[in-house]
């Protein structure tokens, strides 16, 4: 059974535009403001920095954490765990940044559409 009032109201679709001042929908009713939309991409964008520099520092370590005698053929744990934590912190920002850069086409194309006629 289905709530009354989500009988009445079509389903929004990604990217669709709302009603006049409202900020635009890019999943289903999620709408994000100009703000947010650049928070998130500017996230995105931070993420793949930084998990960058550290993996290319985790592959520079001399120390003896993350290889074995100093070589690249024997990884340890400490390598292991902190590859798979970048990896995943990356996929994440990845995510979260491409969820801003869709907030943000859903407001650039609410800006440039013409405007209904009344």
């Known amino acids: 059974m289905t709530?009354?009032?989500?009988?009445?109201?079509?389903?929004?679709?990604?990217?669709?535009?709302?009603?006049?001042?409202?900020?635009?929908?890019?999943?289903?009713?999620?709408?994000?403001?100009?703000?947010?939309?650049?928070?998130?991409?500017?996230?995105?964008?931070?993420s793949w920095i930084v998990w960058t520099t550290f993996v290319k520092n985790l592959w520079k370590d001399a120390s003896g954490l993350a290889f074995h005698h100093g070589d690249h053929s024997s990884p340890t744990a400490y390598f292991w765990i902190h590859l798979t934590l970048a990896v995943v912190s990356t996929v994440f920002g990845t995510a979260i940044g491409v969820l801003g850069l869709r907030g943000l086409r859903a407001l650039h194309r609410r800006r440039t559409a013409p405007a209904p006629e009344a």
């Not at 900020?23 to 709408?31: Q, T, V």
């Open 3 to 46: 709530h009354p009032r989500a009988a009445r109201r079509p389903p929004a679709r990604p990217g669709a535009v709302s009603g006049h001042g409202e900020a635009p929908h890019i999943l289903g009713r999620m709408k994000l403001s100009r703000p947010v939309s650049w928070f998130l991409t500017a996230f995105g964008v931070w």
